[in-house]
């Protein structure tokens, strides 16, 4: 199996600006996650899904974030308008059954202008 | 809520040497468990060593272990025979039982020097 492939895994862009993030879990896997990482804060949990559904979103950190994942084998998180404070890398990663274990993707770094 | 502890920020080891990295956590949960993920340069999270709370024995994978001491509530990993390719950010987690949201420690930088 490929493992779990994000896109961009550079992005550079300018405050205001609409900001989408994809990413395909491995084959087969029934749970995914996004997480944010920084300096200041670590590894952030910002939303996972079960069987393509939103489950615990509580670590979105404003409306200007969304995910969905339309079909199991592709997922999104949209940051829009993006800020500065945003930049940041943003990680997906999936697993079958047993949370624990997690395959992560190579990440997507976000630098917001 | 849980927390997890990484004392140590940054660590270096000679080649072939020996390392422990620290990790401490806290929690009122009985059945949960811990890991060490490993992130090189190139960013990929690897998960390295699970142990399970209810099992007393030391999870061994290769050259890496851990030490947990459930009553102190610490889970370190030791790294034998260190190689260049040790070297990343390892990350202590915590997920209890039922749950479904790893806690990740801040992470330690090791390097491992030739």
């Known amino acids: 199996d490929a493992g779990v492939i994000q896109s961009p895994r550079h992005e550079v862009t300018e405050m205001g600006q609409e900001v989408t993030l994809r990413c395909k879990p491995i084959?087969?896997?029934?749970?995914l996650f996004w997480y944010r990482q920084t300096m200041m804060r670590g590894l952030e949990l910002l939303i996972y899904f079960n069987n393509n559904v939103p489950i615990d979103d509580s670590g979105m950190p404003e409306d200007r974030f969304s995910a969905k994942m339309p079909n199991a084998s592709f997922s999104t998180l949209k940051i829009q308008p993006s800020e500065p404070r945003d930049s940041a890398v943003y990680f997906c990663?999936?697993?079958?059954?047993?949370?624990?274990?997690?395959?992560f993707g190579e990440g997507s770094r976000l630098t917001v202008l | 809520a849980q927390t997890v502890t990484q004392s140590q920020p940054e660590m270096s080891v000679q080649e072939a040497e020996t390392v422990t990295l620290s990790c401490t956590y806290d929690?009122?949960?009985?059945?949960?468990?811990l890991f060490w993920y490993k992130q090189p340069p190139s960013r990929q999270m690897i998960l390295v060593i699970r142990?399970?709370?209810?099992?007393?024995q030391n999870a061994t994978e290769n050259r890496f272990s851990v030490n947990f001491q459930k009553a102190a509530k610490s889970f370190s990993l030791k790294i034998s025979d260190s190689q260049l390719g040790d070297t990343a950010m390892y990350f202590c987690?915590?997920?209890?039982?039922?749950?479904?949201?790893?806690?990740f420690g801040k992470g330690t930088k090791l390097s491992v020097i030739p």
């Open positions: 929690t009122s949960e009985n059945n949960y468990y």
């Open positions: 990663a999936s697993t079958l059954g047993f949370v624990g274990e997690l395959f």
């Open positions: 142990q399970e709370a209810y099992k007393q």
């Open positions: 987690a915590f997920i209890g039982a039922g749950s479904y949201q790893l806690t």
């Open positions: 084959s087969g896997h029934d749970y």
